[in-house]
């Protein structure tokens, strides 16, 4: 905590703490199952395979990229399970214990995410994991969580095309994102043509592969050009050329990390005008967080496909965008990541409460229909295939660094990671 010379805290930090303490009250009091304020059971009892959980306290890990070109993207995640941890904890743990974290850096490094998974499950013996950005980053880790049984919460709107019985995906897969995004832009804009980018691993691959499947087969309309970028790549003057000949009706970017920053400058320094919407830009994988280090003023005018936004107008994301900028500060921004980082630690802790058990096992078992009428993006369930219901939203991009809603699904859009003839 910052002091002022005298060593005392400042009044602005005495207020964040207050805001803090009363948002989690009023979330916790609304999120809490019916065992919240239960007495506390014997650790003989709900700990039976040897989990870091005393008669007081259990151990989980948060594990991200907080260094390297991942960095951006993944920060905002482990602020919000801090936050939610810290929720949890103020209406007292998890079946009556206090959750401590164990946090790891994955580096942004693939192996290294492997080498920290195993670390939290075998060393720490952790009862869960909030963690990982990228699918390369959650492909490195399955194993490791499913040959030591871990459960993972893994918060990145995906390629789907997987499904584990040691991982919750608490983002969306491709057919909440990519499939009705792409639908909203072929009926309400009239797009007919579409050029593809992304960074070059298995996330913007297989959803590109997805997306051209969709635009050809069922839209009916033609994908004029395709690239890919290594992670960290700065240059794409040349592509943008490619672009700018091409002429596509929709720019559709999967462009992720710090490269953003360089993408999107480089399209307006080159004249492409996204307000204008010829072309329009659409992207699956910037959110808020993201923007916070492109510039609104560089990405007004594109549109985004995704569950959450911060500016979605309900009740219980006022709370907890209160209760973010508390602790993190006025100009913090959330993205829809980052909203789903945060329900992972409520998720876990009413599965764990249902089961009545910190037993891996039995909190898998327990999982399929817990609901969350708390969440800040409204309302999600736990389907039987361990991902959430969820809404589909389309964000446009202002110059605030904020996007405005324009649309979103009537109702909860079921999750369907094998979707038929995609794969």
Avoid at 62 to 89: C, F, P, R, Y
Wanted: aromatic content about 10%; hydrophobic content about 40%.
């Amino acid at each position: 905590m910052h002091t002022d010379k005298k060593g005392a805290a400042p009044r602005s930090m005495l207020r964040r703490k207050l805001m803090i303490g009363a948002a989690a009250l009023a979330f916790g009091l609304a999120a809490a199952p019916k065992l919240g304020f239960a007495q506390t059971p014997p650790t003989s009892e709900v700990n039976t395979t040897g989990l870091a959980v005393t008669d007081e306290t259990v151990k989980v890990g948060i594990l991200h990229s907080v260094t390297g070109t991942m960095a951006i993207s993944e920060t905002g995640s482990v602020e919000a399970e801090k936050l939610a941890i810290d929720q949890i904890n103020e209406m007292g743990g998890v079946l009556g214990r206090k959750i401590e974290f164990i946090q790891e850096d994955g580096a942004s490094d693939w192996p290294t995410f492997a080498e920290k998974a195993k670390k939290l499950l075998v060393e720490d013996k952790v009862a869960a994991v909030f963690g990982c950005w990228t699918s390369a980053s959650r492909k490195a880790v399955l194993p490791v969580f499913e040959q030591y049984n871990g459960m993972l919460y893994y918060p990145t709107f995906y390629e789907g095309l997987e499904q584990s019985p040691n991982v919750i995906y608490t983002g969306q897969e491709a057919t909440q994102q990519i499939i009705a995004g792409l639908d909203w832009v072929s009926k309400e804009k009239g797009a007919k043509s579409f050029y593809l980018l992304g960074s070059d691993y298995i996330w913007p691959r297989t959803s590109n592969k997805i997306a051209r499947k969709h635009i050809e087969d069922h839209l009916g309309s033609k994908v004029v050009g395709e690239d890919y970028f290594p992670l960290g790549s700065t240059g794409f003057n040349s592509v943008i050329n490619k672009i700018k000949l091409k002429k596509p009706d929709v720019i559709y970017a999967i462009i992720v990390g710090g490269s953003n920053v360089a993408f999107y400058k480089q399209l307006k320094a080159a004249g492409i005008d996204m307000t204008k919407e010829k072309p329009l830009l659409l992207t699956i994988s910037v959110t808020e967080d993201e923007i916070r280090g492109i510039g609104g003023e560089n990405i007004v005018g594109a549109y985004a496909a995704m569950k959450y936004f911060e500016s979605l107008k309900n009740e219980n994301n006022e709370k907890f965008v209160a209760a973010f900028k508390a602790k993190y500060g006025e100009d913090s921004v959330i993205g829809d990541v980052t909203q789903a980082a945060y329900e992972g630690p409520w998720l876990w802790k009413a599965a764990v409460e249902k089961a009545g058990s910190f037993d891996i096992d039995k909190v898998r078992e327990a999982s399929p229909g817990i609901e969350l009428t708390t969440a800040p993006e409204g309302y999600v369930k736990i389907h039987e295939n361990h991902h959430l219901w969820s809404k589909t939203r389309i964000g446009h991009a202002q110059t605030d660094g904020q996007y405005e809603v324009v649309y979103e699904t009537k109702d909860l859009v079921e999750p369907n990671p094998f979707p038929e003839g995609y794969q």
